[in-house]
């Protein structure tokens, strides 16, 4: 594979993605039914409380993050070099400080996140998109709805572990990667960085929330930039999901009181706080590690 030009490749991987992606959507459609007793279509429609439903919505979730994110990053890490593994930069345990700095990075980032995202759902969109935006939240509501602490370790693992180490290796190992070798000028990584961010956002299909995507995206494509550790992005994708999980396991036990899926905690102030220590952060890093993803 490594003899083929970088765009070549690209084009190899999309195929990967649109392939796997088909074979999620066939099995959804022809064996799904079968297993279930539902088709797709009228699991989506039915009560979340009965645990059967819950559980198959899970199932179909699950089986898309791993097969059509993790299965094509790790086929064509398998073709790209004889260690995949070292492919995918996930060869190297995390050292200390740069795991500590990886998680400050995302929690110090989150008040301009927030901001951000009010400021995305202030978009003027069709209501058909708005519909959308608010089956999807639904949906997330029904998928993260805990009754026990089992449960809880359940979803963190479902929802925050599994996720980020199939979006990590699909778009920070070979995205990422392979987008800065396509870059038609000299240091172009940063310019790289933000155009993956920006297609990790878009596949999400959430327009309404797409903005924070992007600047998470960002975010964690540096830090994987900057150390050439995949398990440090996946570190800090964990904890960016996993916190969501904690808050709404909290919410629902009536331990907090504000709703952790609704914008609007932060202000002006609080952002650029945010957008300064974080570019800190990011800057501290920077001078600890060094640029290994060329």
């Known amino acids: 594979m490594k003899q083929y030009p970088p765009s070549f490749q690209f084009a190899i991987f999309i195929g990967f993605f649109i392939g796997f992606y088909l074979l999620y959507f066939l099995f959804l459609i022809i064996v799904f039914p079968h297993i279930s007793g539902y088709t797709i279509f009228t699991l989506q429609n039915l009560d979340s409380s009965v645990p059967k439903v819950l559980g198959y919505r899970k199932l179909t979730q699950i089986l898309y993050t791993l097969v059509v994110y993790l299965s094509p990053a790790l086929i064509f890490a398998r073709l790209a ?4 593994l ?31 995202a009010q400021w995305n759902q202030s978009w003027h969109v069709s209501e058909t998109m708005r519909m959308q935006e608010e ?15 089992s449960t809880l370790l359940g979803n963190i693992l479902f929802f925050a572990v599994m996720p980020a180490i199939a979006e990590e290796a699909f778009f920070r190992s070979v995205v990422q990667r392979l987008m800065i ?13 933000l155009v993956t961010a920006l297609l990790f956002s878009a596949v999400h ?11 998470l995206g960002f975010l964690l494509g540096v830090i994987y930039y900057l150390t050439g550790n995949l398990w440090l992005s996946i570190l800090a994708h964990t904890i960016n999901n996993g916190l969501q999980v904690v808050l709404m396991y909290l919410f629902q036990m009536h331990l907090m009181h504000t709703d952790p899926m609704e914008s609007g905690q932060s202000n002006w102030l609080a952002a650029l706080a945010s957008l300064v220590v974080t570019g800190l952060w990011v800057w501290v890093l920077q001078r600890r590690s060094r640029a290994a993803i060329q």
Not at 81 to 84: G, I, Q, S
Not at 135 to 149: G, P, Q, Y
Request: hydrophobic letters at 55%; charged letters at 20%.
């Open 205 to 215: 299909l959430q327009w309404l929330s797409f903005v924070p995507r992007v600047i």
């Open 135 to 149: 089956l999807a939240e639904k949906m997330t509501r029904d998928l993260l709805k805990m009754n026990s602490f």
């Open 81 to 84: 070099a004889p260690k995949p």
């Open 181 to 193: 070798k396509m870059m038609p000028f000299k240091n172009g990584a940063w310019v790289a960085i």
């Open 86 to 116: 070292e492919y995918l930069s996930m060869n190297r345990a995390p050292k200390f400080i740069p795991a500590i700095l990886a998680i400050l990075i995302i929690l110090v980032s989150l008040p301009m996140v927030d901001l951000s």
